[in-house]
């Protein structure tokens, strides 16, 4: 199957699906799947611009509210993940997933899910330390704090993920894993971003919980943005002490949606056999997310994912009566059904009010039904008072558990030192100022022929 990969996205949706129907006129292919690598900005009408953390010159609603309602239809099924220039109270009512529009899916906080038999892991947001440790406690009106930190990785998340034990075909993030550009052609790099000397001379750019993930999970694609440059990478893991064997993970990272920029590219990427093109659940992944349930948290106080030397549980990758659990309670059907539904309304060109408030904390009807069917925790439902915060509900059991493993290894994060850095990067957009972007180019071309 053609899969496109595309960059930072930055709204600019009506120019990359321009983009893609020309390399298919150009290149005489049809596109299966657009994956984008976040900057995303859902942005459904004003109200949402005050929850994007960019400054005012910035703050545009772009063209993704005609898909949102229905104006316009996505010529391709369209995959992102979060990243940190986003209308964040809109992403935040889908913390496990879900439509943002008819046929744009979101993979929430992190996800799991799979297309025609390839399984295309995600997670949202960049990597802070000083939030890395907290619950998801923002909710909207957002602060000028909480702006901020609604869109920073949290180790939940991480823990998660490093439960699966499949084998992951694309996994995406927006900022970089460290240590990453060791594996490509760092000169070429520093030569189109001199910058970035001094932190990968430090061996400081990037996000450690991703390298971490990058080295667990092994997946045969990385796809990532933030960084504003193309950048190719190999990695490879000689895996002596497992039988997992010689593994590549093929990285690349994407420029944003701009003219004459490297902001997209297809690939080619086998479709398992007799597998309808079709999106659909990870079972294991939904299996992880029921079990680990009970580690959400919409606190702001630190807390740590359970590891060897605890009481309770820390291995949570799925033992077969979990599995079995959620075939009963997806009645064994794992299409993502088709329920996008608006929450609020969308921008209207003909009545446009620039004095608006900020938004308010609402509750997705997708999930609801998701949360109701795997009996989660939705955090916006619990910051409004809607839902209980960690009630230990489980899926009843077909038969009894097997005892747990007490050699399994090591899945604890070893969490960062340096939790008070931060990274500069002279080609990204300043959130804590209100001028200074150094991209002037005009945004009235779209194709990066």
């Known amino acids: 199957m053609k899969i496109a990969i595309e960059g930072c996205c930055h709204g600019e949706l ?55 309602s229905g104006e316009k239809e996505a010529p391709v099924l369209t995959l992102f993940i979060g990243g940190n220039h986003e209308a964040s109270n809109y992403l935040a009512e889908l913390p496990y997933g879900g439509w943002v529009a008819p046929k744009i899916y979101y993979l929430g906080y992190a996800g799991v899910v799979n297309f025609g038999g390839v399984r295309i892991a995600g997670l949202s947001g960049i990597y802070k330390g000083h939030d890395y440790l907290k619950g998801h406690f923002e909710k909207p009106p957002y602060g000028e704090d909480t702006k901020r930190s609604v869109y920073h990785i949290r180790n939940l998340e991480v823990f998660r993920l490093k439960q699966l034990s499949g084998d992951v075909d694309i996994m995406l993030s927006h900022d970089w894993p460290r240590g990453i550009y060791n594996h490509g052609n760092t000169n070429e790099l520093l030569r189109y971003k001199p910058f970035f000397r001094d932190e990968v001379e430090a061996n400081k750019l990037g996000s450690r919980p991703a390298e971490d993930l990058m080295n667990h999970l092994q997946p045969k694609y990385w796809f990532s943005a933030h960084l504003h440059v193309k950048f190719a990478a190999m990695v490879e893991y000689q895996n002596e002490d497992s039988d997992r064997g010689l593994r590549t993970t093929r990285f690349l ?6 003219p004459k920029r490297k902001f997209l590219q297809v690939i080619d990427v086998p479709q398992q056999p007799n597998t309808p093109m079709r999106l659909t659940f990870d079972k294991e992944w939904l299996t992880i997310l029921h079990s680990t349930n009970h580690l959400l948290t919409t606190s702001p106080t630190t807390q740590y994912m359970p590891g060897p030397g605890c009481e309770d549980r820390y ?27 608006p929450t609020v309304p969308a921008h209207s060109p003909a009545n446009d009010t620039r004095n608006v408030a900020a938004p308010c904390c609402m509750v997705n009807p997708q999930t609801t039904a998701l949360c109701r069917r795997l009996r989660l925790t939705d955090p916006h439902a619990v ?7 960690n009630i230990h509900c489980v899926l009843p059991l077909p038969f009894p558990r097997e005892p747990k493993n007490l050699d399994e290894v090591d899945v604890s994060l070893m969490e960062p030192s340096d939790l008070t850095y931060t990274s500069l990067n002279p080609d990204e957009i300043a959130v804590d100022l209100d001028d200074d972007d150094d991209d002037d ?9």
């Open 14 to 68: 009506d120019k990359i699906y321009e983009t893609i129907e020309y390399i298919q006129e150009r290149d005489n292919i049809k596109v299966d799947l657009l994956l984008c690598c976040g900057d995303f900005q859902a942005v459904r009408n004003r109200s949402d611009l005050k929850c994007m953390a960019v400054p005012l010159k910035y703050q545009k609603l772009n063209t993704f509210y005609k898909y949102y």
């Open 253 to 258: 990272a994407l420029d944003k949606c701009l």
């Open 315 to 341: 291995n949570y990758t799925p033992q077969e009566d979990e599995l079995v659990q959620i075939d009963t309670a997806m009645s064994a059907d794992y299409r993502i059904p088709a329920n996008f539904e």
């Open 383 to 389: 910051l409004t008072g809607q839902q209980q915060l």
């Open 441 to 449: 180019e005009s945004n009235n071309s779209v194709l990066n022929r």
